[in-house]
């Protein structure tokens, strides 16, 4: 972890909030005007990987929502906001923190019931996970135990901060902690593509999804930007629909106000993200794949999978001398990587 960012972290609990949030939005301002070229759009981050077939029953770009639950106050939330997405035909995952706040059983039950998936979203809310690798192996056991408690099969750090390369330590399937381009967060080096990708492990044999989300996080929109409709969240929408990825969006309901009240400090009205979900819904019906981030990691390894078998069977043509239509069937797929190093 950069040494700026483990200072602040050292810092952050002796900060009130209030000058937190001041800092950060003059930073934000700072950043964005040297950024204006990579975001909320990186033209980089377009190419799909070689060969790429499409999605599934041909539909023009997949959908994923998710929620990170950082606080108690949004975890208190969090089925108000199930209600709204399941009023409009929708279906997410929540990410939970399992030691910074209480965690009702009797939620996550309601949740999966409805159709909802599980994650988790590290073990405390802190930025300490990388200070040495014993400090994560450490965490990384009780990560896995709660990743075991509450079936899940995927994982997004706190802040984003990763280290790809440590979470072949979690028993996961995919992981979420990465983006196609967010100047603004602490670790802003970006994956750079719209799509998911394998991380494989050296010496290991382990291997997870790794899904960017795409559209900008909401606390960086409404709460540091403060934009005051859904514009940017539209523009990058088309952008992504239009180059054939993964419109993956992460919101909190920590900071979403449920009930039509004035806003607080850290409050944006809950319309906002109706909005976009009834525009995604109303224009661009039947051209999207929505699907629960599990979903969308099993379908990637399958298509993985499926894209090696193919990649024998053209060798063996090959060998034999019948490539005839085989090298032009466009089922070669590379859907190992396709990103910069992170």
């Not at 593509?193 to 899904?211: L, Q, S």
Request: charged share 25%; net charge positive.
């Amino acid at each position: 972890m950069k040494l700026r960012n483990r200072i602040f972290y050292t810092l952050k609990p002796f900060i009130p909030r209030i000058m937190q949030l001041f800092l950060r939005r003059k930073l934000v301002q700072h950043q964005a005007e040297r950024c204006r070229d990579v975001w909320p759009i990186d033209e980089g981050a377009a190419a799909a990987p070689a060969g790429w077939t499409g999605w599934p029953e041909g539909k023009r770009f997949a959908l994923v929502l998710t929620h990170d639950v950082d606080t108690a106050r949004g975890f208190e939330r969090c089925l108000a906001l199930a209600d709204v997405e399941e009023r409009l035909g929708f279906r997410s995952s929540f990410n939970f923190v399992p030691l910074r706040y209480t965690i009702a059983e009797a939620v996550l039950a309601k949740l999966r019931e409805r159709g909802f998936e599980i994650g988790v979203h590290g073990l405390y809310h802190d930025g300490k996970y990388y200070e040495s690798r014993d400090v994560f192996l450490e965490r990384a056991e009780k990560i896995n135990q709660y990743l075991k408690k509450w079936d899940c099969a995927g994982y997004r750090a706190p802040c984003m901060l990763h280290k790809l390369d440590w979470f072949h330590d979690l028993n996961i399937e995919y992981d979420a902690s990465t983006f196609d381009t967010d100047p603004f967060e602490p670790n802003a080096c970006g994956a750079r593509t719209i799509f998911p990708f394998m991380v494989t492990g050296e010496g290991t044999k382990h291997r997870y999804v790794e899904m960017p989300y795409t559209l900008p996080q909401d606390f960086t929109l409404f709460i540091l930007m403060r934009e005051q409709g859904i514009d940017v969240w539209r523009r990058k929408l088309e952008w992504v629909a239009s180059h054939g990825g993964v419109v993956l969006m992460n919101t909190h309901p920590d900071y979403m106000n449920m009930n039509g009240q004035a806003c607080g400090r850290e409050e944006y009205p809950v319309r906002y993200y109706e909005q976009i979900l009834r525009h995604i819904r109303d224009a661009y019906q039947g051209q999207y794949w929505h699907v629960l981030p599990r979903d969308l990691a099993r379908h990637w390894v399958q298509a993985a999978h499926d894209a090696r078998r193919d990649a024998r069977t053209l060798r063996m043509l090959v060998s034999e001398g019948q490539t005839s239509g085989a090298a032009g069937s466009g089922r070669i797929i590379n859907l190992e990587g396709g990103t910069r190093p992170l």
